[in-house]
């Protein structure tokens, strides 16, 4: 159950993410399964710091950093504050993103958040496909 949560959960990132130019359009489809993750993460991890106990990441943990990293990214981008939005909608994903932010091993993978944001706004309006073994990529109009 929570793999398959947090597969759905990080599936709708990409489709909506590098598909859908009104992010505020689908929000209410979004925030859905952002509520099912943040229910998912205070259950599963009960009063510890982690999914894989209190005192440091496991493999779950680092699994699904990716996905929590990106988390406040397409918050802003629908057009909302992530910092205000993470602390008041979803409390046990904040909780969590700032336990594994505070991990060094999370601190040496992560990028900076700026960074992250440009990389989205340029593969969104860039369409990519791949032929053989070459890579093409197109402006979108």
């Known amino acids: 159950m929570f793999i398959k949560t947090f597969g759905a959960s990080y599936g709708f990132y990409f489709k909506y993410i590098y598909s ?8 209410p489809e979004i925030t859905d399964g952002l509520k099912k993750v943040d229910t998912l993460l205070a259950k599963r991890r009960a009063n ?26 397409i918050i802003d981008l629908a057009g909302h504050n992530s910092t205000d939005y993470l602390a008041k909608e979803l409390p046990n994903v904040a909780d969590y993103r700032q336990q594994l932010l505070a991990d060094p091993t999370v601190q040496k993978v992560s990028l900076p958040y700026e960074t992250i944001l440009a ?11 791949m032929q ?9 109009p």
């Open 48 to 73: 510890n710091r982690y999914l894989s106990g209190e005192s440091l990441p496991g493999l779950v943990d680092y699994a699904i950093w990716p996905f929590i990293e990106r988390l406040p990214q």
């Open 119 to 129: 990389f989205t706004r340029e593969y969104k309006n860039t369409f990519y496909y």
């Open 132 to 140: 053989s073994n070459d890579i093409y990529a197109f402006q979108r």
């Open 20 to 27: 859908t130019d009104n992010l505020t359009a689908v929000w």
